[in-house]
T-cell receptor
Framework: GQNIDQPTEMTATEGAIVQINCTYQ??????LFWYQQHAGEAPTFLSY????GLEEKGRFSSFLSRSKGYSYLLLKELQMKDSASYLCAVRDDYKLSFGAGTTVTVRA | DADVTQTPRNRITKTGKRIMLECSQTKGHDRMYWYRQDPGLGLRLIYYSFDVKDINKGEISDGYSVSRQAQAKFSLSLESAIPNQTALYFC??????????????????FGEGSRLTVL
């Protein structure tokens, strides 16, 4: 099975940087995903890591260490529209399992 | 139009009623999934299907059943709804193994969600 942990809530100021950590223990590993979900809406894909290291995509970056079972999502130059839940998900051979999500609140 | 469409989007029903949530997709993906989302618990997998007639249980399949009679359609049924099945339900699709691996992800594409309330 999968055990995926991430903080419940984080608060940051507009223009700042926030790092959301995710740790996992899985029976199989074929990649780690980050999704963004605004309240009442469907999750949308942000990033994918399958090899160790940093993947950068605009203001968002994601890091993976497979040996440590650890990932983080880095949100830079925070904007009010970044207020949302961020879901860490791990893929085994067949399916994606999700963490409970981290709600990020951006304050002016 | 959305690539992954769920109906109904909202439904209020009573305990003991039979409910069906339907999902259709135009992405041409082989793999389809049903998740439910509850506050503080995240997305949990109910059932998944990798092809027509292929059905696999997820982590919380009790009280649910599914049908995959066409590549584009995957329906979720609650035979006798109970209040603790009140949740937001998402259908999702992904490319099959080789295609997904070639693109390097196999990411999920979600429908807009179906909010179900059981009184």
């Amino acid at each position: 099975g999968q055990n995926i942990d991430q903080p419940t809530e984080m608060t940051a100021t507009e223009g700042a940087i926030v790092q959301i950590n995710c740790t996992y223990q899985t029976s199989g590993f074929n990649g780690l995903f980050w999704y963004q979900q605004h309240a009442g809406e469907a999750p949308t894909f942000l990033s994918y890591n399958v090899l160790d290291g940093l993947e950068e995509k605009g203001r968002f970056s994601s890091f993976l260490s497979r040996s440590k079972g650890y990932s983080y999502l880095l949100l830079k130059e925070l904007q009010m529209k970044d207020s949302a839940s961020y879901l860490c998900a791990v893929r085994d051979d067949y399916k994606l399992s999700f963490g409970a999500g981290t709600t990020v609140t951006v304050r002016a | 139009d959305a690539d992954v469409t769920q109906t109904p989007r909202n439904r209020i029903t009573k305990t003991g009623k039979r409910i069906m949530l339907e999902c259709s997709q135009t992405k041409g993906h082989d793999r389809m999934y049903w998740y439910r989302q509850d506050p503080g618990l995240g997305l949990r997998l109910i059932y998944y299907s990798f092809d027509v007639k292929d059905i696999n249980k997820g982590e919380i399949s009790d009280g649910y059943s599914v049908s995959r009679q066409a590549q584009a359609k995957f329906s979720l049924s609650l035979e006798s709804a109970i209040p603790n099945q009140t949740a937001l339900y998402f259908c999702a699709t992904s490319e099959s193994g080789l295609a997904g691996e070639a693109r390097g992800s196999g990411e999920l594409f979600f429908g807009e969600g179906s909010r179900l309330t059981v009184l």
